[in-house]
């Protein structure tokens, strides 16, 4: 698939009107901005709970075995079979991932070896399939630039029911993430919750394919959820922050990358990246401050209280 971006010159400058009429003046890049928006959307809405539940890990080998799917559709049946094939591993492998719930926070050496073995079998279909070289690095790190209306199509399909699902399931696997032995107790289908959760991630996985990559989707997943655990602690604001986040490095991402003959994923990740170490050095200062405001509103009612 050829990069878009090779055949125009782009306009850059202090005009922003006509900047922003360029950017979205091209059809490729309509594309990008709609599907990276609809990506970053349900990336960052899942990639709540993937935080929250402590599957960062799980939802990176995920995108390994998601190589091995495709590459296998394609050995099996041509281009038309990566999607089917990616679906097919990633939601069979977070099935059984989610079957294993809590015994699968214990288990990093297996899911390593899994993780190698997926991105050494997906190298195997590539080598059986001649011409696969770059088919496999398009699932590996995504050709956002070269999607068509028909890509996006079916990505906003997977999207909009990725988050309806996790909408559907909010309170439940809340209530099992924050505690699982109470809501068990309680009469939660945990054990039922965790798979369902493990299959939309799985889903969630493969429809970024187009974007950033089924290897770079992780960043886009945790980065922000990571960053919006960071300043509320509130699930239902953290939600909404990661998937703001998520979509404000994709457009970054997006509009770097239009200028600059480089990889999308690598700009998005980067962003992503450098926002996260950011929060981390800025988070402790905002907290430090917080607790004085209250500490110094504490005295002050108390000296109004006092004879």
Do not use: C
């Not at 599907?35 to 799980?58: C, D, K, P, W």
């Not at 001649?130 to 999207?159: K, R, Y």
Request: glycine content about 10%.
């Amino acid at each position: 698939m050829v990069d878009s971006r090779l055949a125009i010159t782009p306009y850059f400058g202090w005009d922003l009107v006509r900047v922003v009429q360029e950017l979205f003046h091209y059809t490729f890049m309509q594309h990008a901005y709609e599907a990276g928006t609809i990506v970053a959307v349900s990336a960052g809405v899942i990639g709540y709970f993937v935080v929250l539940r402590s599957l960062s890990f799980a939802a990176h080998a995920l995108s390994h075995i998601g190589f091995a799917g495709a590459t296998g559709g394609v050995l099996l049946g041509g281009t038309t079979l990566a999607l089917p094939g990616l679906l097919l591993f990633t939601m069979s492998a977070g099935a059984v991932m989610g079957a294993l719930g809590q015994r699968l926070r214990g288990r990093d050496v297996t899911i390593g070896l899994v993780m190698a073995w997926s991105l050494g079998l997906g190298l195997l279909f590539t080598y059986l399939y001649q011409g696969a070289a770059n088919l496999a690095i398009g699932i590996l790190f995504g050709q956002i630039f070269g999607i068509t209306s028909q890509d996006v199509t079916v990505t906003a399909v997977a999207a909009v029911a990725t988050v309806i699902l996790v909408l559907a399931v909010y309170r439940p696997l809340l209530f099992a993430t924050l505690d699982e032995e109470v809501a068990e107790a309680k009469g939660v289908p945990v054990r039922g919750l965790s798979i369902a959760f493990m299959v939309i991630l799985a889903v969630a996985v493969s429809e970024a394919v187009q974007v950033v990559g089924v290897l770079l989707i992780y960043a886009l997943i945790v980065a922000p959820a990571a960053i919006a655990e960071r300043f509320t602690t509130r699930p239902s604001r953290g939600v909404v922050v990661s998937a703001i986040l998520a979509v404000l490095f994709t457009w970054a991402g997006l509009t770097v990358a239009y200028y600059l003959p480089y990889p999308v994923g690598f700009f998005i990740t980067t962003i992503a990246f450098l926002s996260y170490i950011l929060a981390r050095l800025v988070a402790p200062t905002l907290a430090l401050g917080r607790k004085r405001e209250r500490e110094s509103l504490a005295r002050e009612e108390q000296a109004l209280h006092s004879p």
